[in-house]
């Protein structure tokens, strides 16, 4: 039988378990965050068995104190007020290092404030645990992990306790939440600055797939291209061979009809589902090789090199451009027709996602319009990538549930 040691606990003294136990409790909050918190409550994507639920609850109740309603009404925030004076913690409005190292009390200033949780916390669990336990005793949670390490490796307990507390924060509210809206890749030009910060998510579970999860948050994976990993998905592919989990949703209801060459209602829906997709595909098919063309023709070097320098500006989403972005283009588009005459049809078909008041007929004229007025332009690229469009629907009638 293990003895109890007041410096070593009932362990010893064994870095490697000390690390194996921190490891496996912060990787169990990540897990708890990610398909609890996050996929599950905040976005709807992901059913869990109600026993799971629980004993999620629990585990972020003991191991960050949060209450489950702040953290996702401050969730929701920040993806319907994404990088204005409104979001709760944006490093484009209050500077990387302000949230990469303080991103925990940006946290807390948006979770104390009641309208806040009243628009955006709504359909948390409100049981009587939830109620007069988790929400209300958020202290005695923490404190008894703090008893738990305390037994299992005596004072050292105390250091490994002070390490958890520090470790979720930083990696969730900073690095996510900094990292993931300054540094990376984008493989989609959502409306913020969202990237990936690493396509093998393993320290978050996934969360490090940020612009993957921007542009669709309604999607329970957040790995799109083959080469990136998930481990999140993987822990719910798991648990929906146990029946104990059900996703919702995994990315936009499309599908391709070979040789389909109409422009129909279903086309236009499959279209909006897959907006992101598309528009990144603007720019790498249409956009960027024409760049190129033009770059290469220009006899001039300080014409080739404003090229070169705008090229990342021209397929990027115009809401994250700032002013020096905004002047390469200008720069460029008056140097080509041509590129002038493509960034246009981008705009255009950027607004056309926006448009919502008008009928469905209405909005399907103005896409075949944008396709039309494309395909006369007379670009190679251009046609192929409309005579691609074509070929989209969507897999069932019901479609207009689906934007």
């Not at 169990?28 to 609890?36: E, N, V």
């Not at 996929?39 to 068995?49: E, I, T, Y």
């Not at 972005?325 to 720069?331: A, E």
Request: charged share 20%.
């Amino acid at each position: 039988m293990l003895g109890f040691d007041w410096w070593f606990g009932v362990m010893g003294f064994s870095l490697v378990w000390m690390l194996l136990y921190f490891f496996l409790t912060t990787h169990f909050t990540f897990i708890s965050i990610t398909l609890y918190l996050h996929r599950s409550l905040a976005h709807r994507a992901l059913d869990l068995h109600p026993v799971l639920c629980h004993f999620f609850r629990f585990i972020l109740w003991m191991s960050t104190g949060m209450v489950t309603q702040e953290w996702v009404a401050v969730h929701r925030k920040h993806h319907a007020k994404t990088e204005t004076e409104e979001d709760p913690h944006s490093p484009v409005i209050h500077g990387l290092s302000s949230i990469l190292f303080n991103g925990v009390e940006y946290y807390r200033r948006a979770a104390i404030d009641e309208q806040t949780i009243a628009t955006y916390g709504i359909g948390c669990p409100n049981d009587w645990v939830e109620r007069n336990v988790y929400a209300k005793l958020t202290i005695l949670g923490v404190a008894l992990l703090a008893v738990i390490d305390l037994v299992l490796f005596g004072v050292v307990g105390i250091v490994i306790w002070a390490l958890q507390m520090m470790w979720t924060p930083f990696w969730a509210a900073g690095v996510v939440n900094g990292i993931g809206h300054a540094l990376g890749y984008r493989n989609f030009e959502c409306a913020d600055n969202a990237k990936n910060i690493f396509p093998v998510g393993l320290l978050a579970c996934g969360e490090e797939l940020h612009n993957n999860h921007h542009t669709y948050p309604n999607s329970a994976r957040f790995s799109v291209k083959h080469w990136e990993f998930d481990l999140g998905w993987q822990y719910i592919r798991l648990l929906a061979m146990l029946k104990l989990a059900k996703p919702l949703h995994t990315g936009p209801v499309v599908e391709r009809v070979n040789n389909k060459a109409a422009i129909d209602v279903n086309t236009w829906w499959a279209a909006v589902n897959d907006r992101f997709r598309i528009m990144a595909e603007f720019a790498e098919r249409v956009m960027k090789p024409n760049v190129r063309a033009e770059q290469k023709r220009a006899n001039c070097h300080q014409i080739k090199a404003t090229f070169r320098r705008a090229n990342r500006a021209l397929c990027a989403h115009e809401v994250i451009l700032n002013d020096h972005d905004r002047t390469k283009i200008v720069k460029v588009t008056q140097a080509s027709p041509l590129i002038q005459r493509l960034y246009l049809l981008k705009l255009r078909l950027n607004e056309l996602w926006r448009k919502r008041n008008g009928s469905t007929e209405e909005l399907l004229q103005e896409f075949k319009e944008w396709c039309t007025d494309a395909e006369t332009s007379n670009v190679r690229e251009l046609n192929d990538f409309v005579a691609d469009l074509k070929t989209l629907t969507v897999p069932q009638p019901s479609y207009s549930h689906s934007v």
